[in-house]
C-alpha cells in the first residue's frame, strides 16, 4: 500500500528585542537580543508546527495556541511541538520528514543546530534522520540582516495511517 502523503509549509518571524533570551529549537543561544513574543517566541518551533498542522490540514499554530491564552505566555514552544505531534497522532497521522531553515544575520547558528535537532526530534517522537535543520544569512538584506529579526520556515510531509493512496 502506497500511503496518500501530504504537505505543509511553515513561516514564522519574531522581532529582536533587549531583555529577552534568545530561545531557538528549544536551544537558549548566548546573545545580547531574545525574541519578542507571547511565548518563548521560538520561531523555529513555530514555523514547524505550522507546517505540520497545514499537512494535516488542521490551521494553524494560532488557532491552536492563541496568543491571548494565558497559558501560553513564556510556554516552552518546544510542549507546542508535543502537543502538535500527539494532535497529528490522534487524527491518524505519521511524520515523514521536516526541513526547516533559520534565516538570521547574527549570531552564527550553525555551532547550535545539532541539540535543536535533538530537542526538536525529541518533542516531536520523531527519529534524528526525518529532521533536516539549515541556517542562512541574508546577506544583510531585509529585516533579518539588519538583525531586527529572526525567521524560519519550514516543509513537513506527513501522511495517515490506512488511507491508501488508489
Ligand atoms: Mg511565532
Redesign the pocket.
Known amino acids: 500500500m502506497i500511503p496518500a502523503l501530504r504537505i505543509g509549509t511553515g513561516f ?1 518571524v ?1 522581532r529582536l528585542v533587549k531583555g529577552r533570551d534568545l530561545v531557538l529549537g528549544g536551544v537558549k543561544v548566548p546573545f545580547e537580543l531574545g525574541l519578542l ?1 507571547h511565548s518563548d ?1 521560538d ?1 523555529l518551533s ?1 514555523a514547524i508546527c505550522d507546517a505540520l498542522l497545514g499537512a494535516a490540514g488542521l490551521g494553524d ?1 494560532g488557532r491552536h495556541f492563541p496568543d491571548t491564552d494565558p497559558r501560553y505566555k513564556g510556554i516552552s514552544s518546544l510542549l507546542l511541538l508535543e502537543e502538535v505531534a500527539r494532535l497529528l497522532r490522534e487524527k491518524g497521522f505519521e511524520i515523514v520528514n521536516i526541513d526547516a531553515t533559520l534565516i538570521a544575520q547574527r549570531p552564527r547558528l550553525r555551532g547550535f543546530m545539532e541539540e535543536m535537532s535533538a530537542k526538536i526530534t525529541s518533542a516531536l517522537s520523531i527519529s534524528k534522520g526525518h529532521l533536516n535543520l539549515k541556517a542562512t544569512t541574508t546577506e544583510g538584506l531585509g529585516f533579518e540582516g539588519r538583525g531586527e529579526g529572526i525567521g524560519a520556515t519550514a516543509v513537513a510531509l506527513i501522511y495517515k495511517r490506512d488511507e491508501p493512496i488508489v
Do not use: E, L, S, V
Open positions: 514564522d519574531h513574543g517566541a520561531c513555530h499554530i
